[in-house]
């Protein structure tokens, strides 16, 4: 279960308490009043008329609710989608807020375009306007010379396995997250939960971070037939206890 999991479970029980707050005090007030609050939309009448004594469930309950809008714009609706798809339940929760990660680029198909065209990744350049710059002379145009097809690299997306995963910052990759969305970018650092990668965009670049969990499968930009940077580590075998050899001494009888 992650954070945002049990925030959303959190979140669920303090409106369920919250309401039956406001219900029990309904009850203490009038027989009446407890029926009607039994009604989700009937009971904000209670609230409003009788402000004292539903005060304290009212609270608790919009607390509650706070605490799930925040899980779910964290990732646990994807959680939510799961469980009920698993019943045949056909649910899309709508965020009123786009979320970052949510957020086709702009220009992601043009980078994805002139990195097949060049044949290497592009590098993210750090751009500070207000900083001191060096001007330098370009080169002149007929200093540029095409490299022989005998020489030039071919290049193409390789799955990465997991053990590599902490050996390829500063790499190119393409990320399939678990919603199907995908994603390229520079992969700049990797933790334990999380993998932080920057993309370009207009003006400067973005850097978003994506929780292992979410990650169902990652390709690294690198030269076709290249293995894996670390080797896979082989399951461990089991050995087996050597046989006890029991020596029995021999009795001879004489006659």
């Known amino acids: 279960m ?12 303090l409106t369920l308490l919250g309401y039956a707050l406001v219900v029990v005090a309904g009850f203490r007030r009038e ?11 009937v009971s904000l009448a209670f609230v409003l008329l009788h402000w004292r004594r539903a005060r304290l469930g009212f609270i608790v309950s919009l607390m509650g609710l706070v605490v799930v ?3 779910l714009y964290g990732g646990a609706d994807r959680t939510v989608e799961e469980k009920l798809a698993q019943h045949d339940i056909g649910l899309d929760i709508q965020m009123p807020v786009t979320r970052p ?6 220009n992601q198909a043009l980078v994805r375009q002139i990195e097949e065209e060049t044949g290497e990744p592009l590098e993210i350049i750090e ?4 900083g001191p710059s060096t001007a330098r002379p370009l080169p002149p145009a007929e200093s540029f010379r095409l490299a022989p097809d005998g020489q030039r690299v071919q290049r193409a997306y390789r799955e990465a ?6 050996e390829l910052e500063g790499e190119r990759v393409r990320l399939t997250l ?9 992969l700049i650092a990797v933790t334990g939960r999380s993998l932080f990668v920057q993309q370009v965009v207009q003006g400067g670049h973005v850097a978003f971070e994506y929780r292992r969990d979410d990650v169902r499968r990652m390709e690294v930009w690198d030269v076709e037939g290249a293995s894996p940077r670390v080797q896979p580590r082989p399951d461990p075998v089991e ?17």
């Not at 027989?31 to 939309?41: A, E, H, Q, R, T």
């Not at 751009?127 to 207000?130: N, S, T, V």
């Not at 050995?239 to 006659?255: A, G, M, N, R």
């Open 2 to 13: 992650t954070v945002e999991d049990g925030a959303l479970l959190l979140g669920a029980a």
């Open 31 to 41: 027989f009446l009043w407890g029926v009607i609050n039994l009604v989700p939309g």
């Open 69 to 71: 809008a925040a899980a």
């Open 101 to 106: 990660w949510d957020e086709e680029l702009p």
């Open 127 to 130: 751009f500070d306007p207000f």
């Open 161 to 166: 396995i997991a053990a590599e995963w902490g």
């Open 178 to 186: 678990a919603g199907g969305a995908v994603r390229e970018g520079n």
């Open 239 to 255: 050995e087996l206890p050597e046989p006890e050899v029991i020596f029995e001494e021999l009795q001879t009888t004489e006659e």
